[in-house]
């Protein structure tokens, strides 16, 4: 099925399985593995993966030269929705202390601006970055 597509800023891991598994490749689980990833730190740090990510995606989905409109609605509503569920579960789990929970929402709010306007810069022309 080929290596990793080099020109993918982010996604090649998914879009490679996509391709093995569409070639007929079977996806096991291998209880034994281990896969260490690192945590991000500062909050640039967070916000610069976001970013990839988001941008990897509107370039994959811009590729063929044209853009669904529709499919790219729907993935900007779905983080929207992503956000709503995750203010939800801050204020309702009782896990953050109340003092800490506009902090923990104000991430989510620059993590949601990330995820939803880094696909209009792409769509629109610019570079995802790396």
Request: aromatic share 8%; net charge positive.
């Amino acid at each position: 099925i080929g290596p990793f597509d080099q020109n993918l800023k982010s996604g090649g891991d998914r879009e490679w399985g996509t391709r093995a598994y569409t070639a007929g490749y079977k996806v096991l689980y291998a209880e034994k593995a281990v896969v260490y990833h690192p945590a991000r730190y500062p909050l640039s740090a967070v916000l610069k993966k976001h970013r990839r990510v988001a941008g990897g995606i509107a370039q994959k989905g811009s590729d063929t030269g044209k853009v669904s409109w529709q499919k790219f609605a729907r993935s900007q509503t779905v983080e929207i929705l992503i956000f709503l569920r995750l203010c939800k579960e801050i204020l309702c789990d009782g896990k953050i202390p109340p003092t800490k929970m506009p902090q923990v929402i104000g991430v989510n709010v620059l993590i949601t601006l990330v995820r939803v306007l880094e696909p209009y810069r792409v769509l629109m022309g610019g570079s995802p970055s790396r």
